[in-house]
């Protein structure tokens, strides 16, 4: 089975802090993840000043919130350098205009995550395809039509290395809602093409059914306290639930790749049997000659003795001797 590549999503979470962005990292290379992800945003480039705000943002508006949290060019650098370099785990970005492209290339990036609401922004997929690196496309707000249509821009731009990530853009979503049955549409409608989950839901339950769905990257909110501020840290994912997350992928994955053969399991299993499996034994006392009936048999543990399950083969036998209530019988019991 492919390795699934695990990406904690620390978006804005990191309130604009250098630091605090650091600890977010190294928190989440701890818990074993391929690759941390954040968020490019300049509001300028992206958003007109009238542009409705998302109802989290309630305490300041967009604009102050996106250029409060945002970093500078040597910031971003250090915050790659800092993950590769120190920590050994990929770092990229989502860029949110053609200027955060310019950004992310000038830090030299080597994957980039188009968000759910940029796949209708073709200028930004263009550019992005061109730059040849690999691409991790969410689907969470696009119907099959504008799908297709970002895919075809991606490939016919120079992306070759594609990855299309089902993600259903509702915070939390419901296990329902989560579209693993959209999984496999993706890789019958995109031959060839990576795909992968990029989640949004409660727990660890539903990326893991994605890995075994066949999503080989996993992409979910990595937070240090859903008590933070800011727009994901209430449905993010604290530290120790993140690291259980990629324990258990990194188990279905050893699980699947190995494969049992069954007879050849039970060989080690001997002692096993002996002591789970039932043995027949006479229920009452028995006289010599006595023919063997079901009323006379009883079946218990250990199993070394004529397995429960031969006991029609001893049925109608003679005993060739007495014996006592509980006898483990052995077939030179009989005539």
């Not at 804005?12 to 941390?36: C, M, P, R, W, Y």
């Not at 409705?52 to 967009?62: D, G, K, L, Q, V």
């Not at 080690?268 to 039932?278: A, D, Y």
Request: hydrophobic share 35%; net charge negative; with cysteine.
């Amino acid at each position: 089975m492919i390795k699934t590549y695990i990406v904690a999503e620390i978006g804005n979470t990191h309130e604009g802090s250098l630091g605090l962005a650091k600890q977010f990292i190294k928190v989440a290379s701890e818990t074993g993840v391929d690759a941390v992800k954040m968020q490019t945003h300049i509001f300028h480039a992206e958003s007109l000043l009238d542009a409705p705000s998302p109802p989290y943002f309630e305490a300041e508006s967009r604009r102050e919130y996106f250029e409060r949290t945002a970093f500078t060019v040597e910031q971003w650098k250090e915050l790659k350098r800092y993950s590769e370099e120190e920590l050994g785990v990929d770092f990229f970005s989502s860029p949110f205009s053609l200027e955060a492209v310019d950004i992310l290339e000038d830090i030299g990036v080597n994957t980039y995550k188009i968000a759910s609401g940029e796949v209708n922004n073709i200028p930004l997929l263009e550019k992005v395809a061109k730059t040849g690196k690999r691409v991790l496309l969410s689907s969470g707000m696009s119907s099959w039509a504008e799908l297709d249509e970002a895919v075809d821009t991606l490939q016919s731009n120079g992306c070759l290395d594609l990855v299309v990530l089902q993600c259903t853009s509702e915070y939390p979503c419901p296990a329902k809602e989560s579209g693993l049955n959209i999984i496999d549409e993706l890789k019958e409608r995109y031959g060839g093409i990576t795909v992968g989950y990029s989640d949004h839901t409660l727990g660890v339950a539903i990326p893991l059914a994605a890995v075994i769905k066949g999503a080989h990257v996993i992409e979910k909110h990595f937070t240090l306290s859903k008590n933070m501020y800011g727009s994901d840290a209430m449905n993010s994912t604290e530290p120790e639930e993140f690291k259980r997350l990629v324990h258990e992928i990194r188990q279905v994955e050893e699980a699947m790749s190995y494969v049992v053969d069954k007879d050849e399991k039970i060989k080690s299993l001997s002692n096993m049997k002996i002591t789970f499996e039932k043995s027949i034994v006479s229920k009452i006392p028995l006289d010599k000659s006595d023919t063997m009936s079901l009323e006379h048999l009883a079946f218990k543990k250990p199993g070394d003795g004529i397995p429960a399950r031969d006991f029609k083969k001893i049925l109608g036998k003679k005993l060739n001797r007495p014996v006592s209530e509980n006898h483990k019988f052995e077939w030179g019991d009989f005539e």
